[in-house]
C-alpha cells in the first residue's frame, strides 16, 4: 500500500491521474501501446487547407450547411469546420435533431433537403485526400456537393514519446477513423508500422481483442467517443485530459491535454511501482522467515542463545521501517 499510495501520489503531480491501484497494475503488464490519432498524437486543431465544390454550389454554401450540422458535432473534425465558417462571417442555423453515427459523420433535415456530412466511404466517394489531409464530404439529396480537406499537425512531444516506447520493446500502433493519406502520413513521420485509418469505434475494439487473443496487453490512448469502446475493452487505458466526458468514463486514467509522452511515462510509472512492490515482498518474507526462527529460540542448541524482547521488538519494526523507506524511492520518480 505505501508504493501505491506514493506512485499515485507522484503521477498526479506529473500530470497522470489514475482512479485506484488496479489501473497501476494494469499499466505494469502493458507491452503493445494503441494510440488514437487526431488530437491524441496530433495538436488536435485541424485547419481546413483546401476543398473542392461542385457547380452550382459555392464554397460559403457548403460551409454553412456543414457548420450547421457539426457545430453540436463532438467529433475532432468538427469544431474546425465550424471556425472555418464563423472566419468568413457566415451564418446559420444550428439543428437541433442531428443523427451522429460514429465512425462516418453526421445527417440531419435542413428544411425539405436531407444533408450528411462525413467521411467520404460512408457517402460512397473515392478518398481524394493528398498525404497528411482528412477530407469531410457534403452531400445534399444524395448528391456530393463539396468535400473539405483539414490538415493537424502532428505534435513534436508525439516522435520522442513513440521512440521511448520502441526502445523500450514496446509494440505501437496507431487506429484512427480519419482518413487513409492523413493517416499514413502522421504514421509515416512518428515511424510506426502498423497503422489502420476508417477505424470506426467497434473496428479499434476487435483490434484489440485481436491482440488480447495473441497474447498482448495493451494500453489504449484515446479522447474521443470514437474511443470510448476500445478504452473499455484495453487491460490498461488512459484518455486525453482534453478529450470527451465517454472517454474519461471509460478510461483507468487521464493524461494531461499536451503531452502524449504522459502515457508512456504513466506505464514505466507502473512497471517501477511493480518493481518496488516485489523488492518490498522479497524483503518482508526474506527478513522474517530468517528471524522469526531465532525469535522462537533456533540458536538455544547454539550456545543457549536467545532472542531478548528489546532486540526482538526492534527487529519488528526493521522490516516496516525498511519496507516504507523503499517504497519512498518513489518519490524521486520524475516524468522524462
Known amino acids: 500500500p505505501s508504493a501505491i499510495m506514493v506512485a499515485v501520489g507522484r503521477a498526479a503531480r506529473h500530470?497522470?491521474?489514475?482512479?485506484?491501484?488496479?489501473?497501476?497494475?494494469?499499466?505494469?503488464?502493458?507491452?503493445?501501446?494503441?494510440?488514437d490519432k487526431t488530437a491524441t498524437l496530433t495538436e488536435g486543431r485541424p485547419r481546413l487547407v483546401?476543398?473542392?465544390?461542385?457547380?452550382?454550389?459555392?464554397?460559403?454554401?457548403?460551409?454553412?450547411l456543414a457548420a450547421s450540422l457539426e457545430e453540436s458535432a463532438s467529433h475532432p473534425l468538427a469544431r474546425p469546420i465550424v471556425e472555418a465558417a464563423r472566419l468568413r462571417n457566415l451564418s446559420w442555423k444550428p439543428i437541433p435533431d442531428v443523427a451522429s453515427l460514429?465512425?462516418?459523420?453526421?445527417?440531419?433535415r435542413i428544411e425539405t433537403a436531407r444533408v450528411r456530412v462525413g467521411s467520404p466511404d460512408w457517402l460512397g466517394l473515392p478518398d481524394p485526400a493528398q498525404p497528411g489531409e482528412t477530407s469531410v464530404g457534403i452531400e445534399v439529396d444524395g448528391i456530393v456537393v463539396g468535400v473539405l480537406f483539414l490538415a493537424d499537425p502532428v505534435r513534436p512531444e508525439s516522435r520522442k514519446a513513440i521512440e521511448r516506447l520502441q526502445r523500450a520493446g514496446?509494440?505501437?500502433?496507431?487506429?484512427?477513423?480519419d482518413g487513409e493519406p492523413a493517416v499514413a502520413e502522421a504514421a509515416r513521420l512518428l515511424g510506426v508500422k502498423f497503422w489502420r485509418s476508417r477505424a470506426t469505434p467497434?473496428?479499434?475494439?476487435?483490434?484489440?481483442?485481436?491482440?488480447?487473443?495473441?497474447g498482448r496487453r495493451v494500453l489504449m490512448v484515446g479522447d474521443g467517443v470514437n474511443d470510448a469502446i476500445?478504452?473499455?475493452?484495453?487491460?490498461?487505458?488512459?484518455?486525453?485530459?482534453?478529450?470527451t466526458a465517454v472517454a474519461f468514463d471509460c478510461a483507468m486514467g487521464a493524461i494531461g491535454p499536451d503531452d502524449p509522452g504522459l502515457a508512456v511515462s504513466a506505464l514505466e510509472l507502473g512497471r517501477r511501482?511493480?518493481?518496488?512492490?516485489?523488492?518490498n515482498l522479497a524483503w518482508a518474507f526474506g527478513y522474517n522467515a530468517i528471524l522469526l526462527p531465532v525469535a522462537a529460540g533456533a540458536l538455544w542448541p547454539f550456545g543457549h542463545t536467545l532472542f531478548s524482547p528489546t532486540l526482538a521488538g526492534a527487529a519488528m519494526s526493521i522490516s516496516s521501517v525498511t519496507v516504507m523507506l523503499n517504497s519512498l524511492r518513489l518519490l524521486a520518480w520524475r516524468t522524462r
Open 102 to 108: 460514429p465512425g462516418k459523420g453526421v445527417e440531419s
Open 273 to 279: 511501482t511493480k518493481s518496488i512492490i516485489r523488492q
Open 230 to 243: 476500445a478504452l473499455s475493452q484495453a487491460d490498461a487505458s488512459l484518455a486525453i485530459a482534453s478529450g
Open 202 to 214: 467497434e473496428s479499434k475494439a476487435d483490434r484489440i481483442r485481436e491482440l488480447q487473443a495473441q
Open 50 to 64: 483546401r476543398w473542392t465544390v461542385a457547380e452550382p454550389f459555392q464554397l460559403d454554401q457548403i460551409l454553412s
Open 15 to 35: 500530470g497522470i491521474l489514475l482512479r485506484d491501484a488496479s489501473a497501476l497494475e494494469a499499466l505494469a503488464g502493458c507491452d503493445t501501446v494503441v494510440f
Open 170 to 177: 514496446v509494440a505501437v500502433e496507431i487506429l484512427s477513423g
